[in-house]
């Protein structure tokens, strides 16, 4: 159940490789993530229904569905009826990991790229690893990638204390800042989490700058940016220092694993991103557009200000949707000093993807505008309205980047389209 999400469709595509029989369904028949799967005619429908569960030993579903839906009907019968639940994860963990030497790259920010960025390194070694990232691969066209060599190489997800699931060889940790407050309840249980994870490991804990955690450094090799090893510059193809930070981290994990260093090298600055990192999406009536995940204030501030490097001289656009009500809530304050500070020159805010959330905040994008009190940052509301407005406003030079973790991704394809239509 919602084999079209980044995370479920990978571990769907594993488990067929290890010659589970699956079927699947989704709400969203058109994501990119099933583009593989029902290429090999999967028998996929779509939505959720009991009758989906004839002749099914295990359901294996996103934990958005227990946690946001769990009067789900199909949830509900396959409980009734004692077929075994479990989330994707520890499918993953229990039954497609095996003995495999796992890395699992954690964090709240930079976490897909630095864990696509090693798996390119072990690719380019030879090392032919097993990977599983929550963004497409550019390299690859999917986020997955199914080898035979020894190591496994997992983007792992703090949420909802996912990463206690795993116990790695090696972990990796980019940057702890508090997120997900609809679960954690605080900055110390979030970190409480990041030490359980860390110290489930056997071999190596590489982390990101300034993280202090408790740790077992008797057990394992402890390496800490800053301290153990610095950021390098590499000639990479990927804008930012937040990159160059993300290169440095997979760099040392390559080091630990005695990977040769100028292979690392090579790997990293080859290498092309992940999927809506500062993606660019297109170009009609020489706007430019790129389309970006970022949802925090942190990668919100390092996305703009790469972007302002990179385009110094052109008017630059950021259209942002908060994500869920509760981080919005929460981050508020931290939403508003940024949108008073970043580097462009029109933002645009769109109505919060609720994630099935309901508002009891009483939180609205409006909210945010009134409280940064600049006559550059508007609130249109709806993707379609806001795509209107874009296509009006923008022109010749200009670049649009689109930002945030719900379906703000549609606005992309619907601004150019729009662009492309006018006059």
């Known amino acids: 159940m919602g084999i079209g999400g980044a995370g479920l469709s990978a571990v769907a595509e594993l488990a067929k490789e290890a010659g589970y029989e699956i079927s699947g369904c989704d709400l969203d028949k058109n994501s990119q993530f099933l583009k593989g799967l029902l290429k090999e005619k999967l028998n996929f429908e779509e939505g959720h229904d009991p009758s989906h569960l004839e002749n099914i030993d295990e359901l294996i579903l996103s934990p958005a569905i227990e946690s946001l839906d769990p009067k789900n009907p199909e949830l ?4 009734e009826k004692n077929i075994p639940v479990s989330i994707g994860e520890e499918f993953l963990a229990k039954k497609l990991i095996g ?3 796992l890395i699992a790259v954690s964090g709240t920010h930079g976490k897909s790229t630095t864990t696509a960025m090693v798996a390119k390194i072990l690719e380019e070694a030879g090392l032919d690893p097993t990977v599983l990232v929550g963004a497409i691969v550019s390299d690859w066209g999917r986020n997955y990638r199914i080898g035979k060599g020894d190591y496994f190489v997992l983007e792992a997800d703090e949420y909802q204390d996912k990463i206690l699931l795993y116990s790695p060889y090696l972990s990796v940790i980019t940057a702890i800042e508090m997120d997900h407050p609809e679960y954690f309840s605080s900055l110390d249980q979030l970190k409480e989490s990041f030490e359980q994870f860390a110290n489930s490991s056997s071999d190596y804990v590489v982390l990101g700058e300034n993280i202090q955690l408790k740790l077992n450094d008797e057990k394992v090799k402890v390496l800490k940016l ?3 090893f610095q950021i390098e510059k590499f000639d990479l193809k990927l804008i930012g220092e937040f990159n160059q930070t993300n290169a440095s981290l997979a760099f040392e994990v390559a080091k630990c694993l005695g990977i040769d260093e100028e292979v690392a090298k ?3 600055e080859k290498f092309t991103g992940v999927g809506r990192r ?3 999406h297109g170009e009609e009536k020489e706007v430019k557009v790129f389309d970006d995940y970022g949802h925090h204030p942190t990668a919100i501030k390092a996305t703009a200000e790469a972007a302002r490097e990179k385009f110094p001289d052109s008017k630059i656009w950021l259209i942002y949707q908060p994500h869920m009500f509760s981080r919005t809530k929460y981050l508020f304050d931290s939403f508003v000093e940024v949108f008073k500070e970043i580097p462009v020159d029109e933002i645009v805010l769109v109505d919060i993807f609720a994630a099935r959330q309901e508002n009891t905040e009483n939180i609205s994008s409006q909210h945010i505008v009134n409280e940064v009190k600049k006559s550059n940052t508007h609130y249109i509301g709806s993707l379609e309205n806001t795509a ?5 406003n923008v022109a010749v030079g200009d670049i649009v980047i689109v930002m945030g973790a719900g379906d703000i991704y549609k606005l992309s394809g619907m601004l150019l389209e ?6």
């Open 388 to 392: 209107y407005y874009l296509a009006k």
């Open 226 to 228: 800053g301290q153990d």
């Open 278 to 280: 500062f993606e660019f």
């Open 76 to 79: 509900l019968f396959a409980k």
């Open 99 to 101: 003995e495999k030497k």
């Open 418 to 423: 729009k662009l492309k239509n006018k006059g």
């Open 266 to 268: 090579k790997a990293l």
